[in-house]
């Protein structure tokens, strides 16, 4: 499997930004689809943002307008920029192929924390 190596989380005020950024150990340009997902306590993990090869994106309602996933031209990287971060965005965030298929394997996540 692929690692998958997530960075940039971080304490932040409410209305705050963030940049997270996620290393693969390969290249990612074979990849269909990769996602950012996130974990909050006592929740499932969900799925957060997918950027697609062809550079399509799409957000969950609850991040629409407020992040922002994109790749490196080498597709060995994946960001997403948070902006007005809400304590709701709360969570362990990761990075993974969307939807995940076993072709990277679930990294140890970077923690956001959004205080009020």
């Known amino acids: 499997q692929v690692q998958l190596t997530e960075s940039g989380g971080g304490l932040v005020q409410a209305g705050g930004s963030l940049r997270l950024s996620c290393a693969a150990s390969?290249?990612?340009?074979?990849?269909?689809?990769m996602g950012w997902y996130r974990q909050a306590p006592g929740k499932q993990r969900e799925l957060v943002a997918r950027?697609?090869?062809?550079?399509?994106?799409n957000y969950a309602d609850s991040v629409k307008g407020r992040f922002t996933i994109s790749d490196d031209n080498a597709k060995s990287t994946v960001y997403l920029q948070m902006n007005s971060l809400k304590p709701e965005d709360t969570a362990v965030y990761y990075c993974n192929t969307a939807p995940a298929n076993g072709w990277g394997s679930w990294g140890q996540g970077t923690q956001v924390t959004v205080s009020s």
């Open positions: 390969r290249n990612i340009f074979s990849i269909n689809a």
């Open positions: 950027i697609t090869r062809d550079g399509s994106t």
